[in-house]
């Protein structure tokens, strides 16, 4: 099976060569072309999110945690009656450490729980699914940059299952269900919603 940093390889270059022929062909600008390629790289690892030993598991975790912490800091640090804010930095300091690991092991722990090592996340339902976040994401960005990032982070994604479906013998990542049809029916519900949503967006600029 290629290894973390294969997928990152491969990522990498097929998303700077789309932002590149993205930028000459339909003039993405700065903003489109650097979250495109963030949406792209990321999206080459996004589907190994199931596997508990991976790296973008605990890198994602990691994310999750920081993001967590920065909401958590920005909100005791700031004025308010209700915990008597804003608090002394070393309860802040404590605070963030805490939220931290809070938020990222749960995060974890609900990943660990829910997924299977190539199930549902290797399967042709994420890429889009993934670009359609992309794409609800940086909706209040413009139609032109949610088509920039909804591309290259379907395209991120897809380079990570046709390698695997390369390399691998014993199953196929570019399947359109798993074995639990319950919920692979759940996956393409929320994919089509999400995509609609973002493609709402696209169409209202
Ligand atoms: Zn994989």
Known sequence: ???FECHVAVAS?????AVATGSILFEWDNTASSLAFMAG???GMVPDLDCDTAKP??????FVGLGC???????VSGQGQFLRRPWPAAHVALAAVGSFFLFSSIFMEILKGRTKHRGLFHSLATPFLYGGLW???TAGQGGRVIMAVWFLATLGVFTHLILDAAKGFTFNPLKIASDDLAASTR???LTALVNFLAFIRIFAF
């Open 1 to 3: 099976m290629p290894n």
């Open 13 to 17: 270059v097929a998303s700077a060569v």
């Open 41 to 43: 790289l990321s999206g």
């Open 57 to 62: 598991r605990r890198l994602a975790g990691f």
């Open 69 to 75: 912490a920065a909401m958590v800091v920005g909100y």
């Open 135 to 137: 794409g609800c994401l």
């Open 187 to 189: 996956l393409w519900i």
